[in-house]
Each structure stands twice: as C-alpha cells, then as structure tokens.
C-alpha cells in the first residue's frame, strides 16, 4: 500500500496510491480526512509507527506507552513520541516514504511553516508529547 497526504480545501486527505484511479472522481481511494495530522515515531530511530487523526494517535500512543511500561520497557515507552498539528503535507510525505525521516523533521519542527498556511512560521503552534 503507498499512502500519499494531500491538502485539499484547508484539510488533510490521504489517499491509498495502491489503487486505481477512480472513473468517477479521477482521484485514488481516500482513506483519511482531517484537520490536522499526528505521527507518532520512536525519538531515537526516527521510525514511524502510526499517522493519522490526532485523537487517534493520541490515544494510540497513551495506550502503547502503558502497555511497554507495564511491561518494563521504560525506555521503550520514553521514545515513543507524538507530533500533531498542521505539519507541511511535503513533510508528512517523507516521514512515510522515508525510513528515519521523523527524526530529521522533530529536530527541524520550530523552523517548518505552518503546513496549512505557508509562510506563517510565527503562528505554527504544535504540540508534542513524550
């Protein structure tokens, strides 16, 4: 499966490239839509291990966390992290395409626009998790 986000009308799309193009709509099959996104990767690897809704994610990694902690994995636990918020759709790409490209964008997170509206650093805010 080769996932793909889009912005489109203010809002997140991704699209499943694996199948075909619609007659209908001319578009690939969406899988997702949203407002913003969320990653959740491992900090030290930059290993991308979920995206999607924030809530989702959110909610994915809070329950990931306590099963590794509960477990003994402290470390494990502590290098799961969370990054949500209008991120660059370009950014978001690579983090899927690319293996350990999280890491490289976390490190670069306060110097990349706003995702919905570029140019607009200043008025990014993003929220992150550990």
């Known amino acids: 499966m080769t996932l793909q986000y ?8 991704l699209y499943d ?12 099959r ?9 990653i959740a990767f491992e900090v030290s690897t930059g290993a ?3 995206h999607g809704s924030p809530m989702r994610i959110h909610s994915w990694a809070n329950t990931t966390r306590r099963r590794l902690r509960a477990s003994g994995a402290l470390a494990s636990a502590n290098d ?14 690579k983090c899927l ?9 976390f490190t670069r997170l306060r110097e990349l626009p706003h995702g919905k509206y570029l140019g607009r650093a200043s008025e990014s ?3 992150t998790t550990h």
């Open 6 to 13: 889009q912005l489109k009308e203010g809002s997140y799309h």
């Open 80 to 93: 799961l992290v969370v990054v949500s918020g209008p991120l660059p759709v370009d950014e978001i790409n």
């Open 17 to 28: 490239l694996s199948t075909p193009v619609s007659k209908v709509t001319g578009e690939h």
């Open 30 to 38: 969406l899988r997702l839509k949203t407002d913003t996104v969320a």
């Open 97 to 105: 395409k690319i293996n350990g490209y999280c890491r490289d964008m």
């Open 48 to 50: 991308l291990r979920e």
């Open 125 to 127: 805010p993003r929220k």
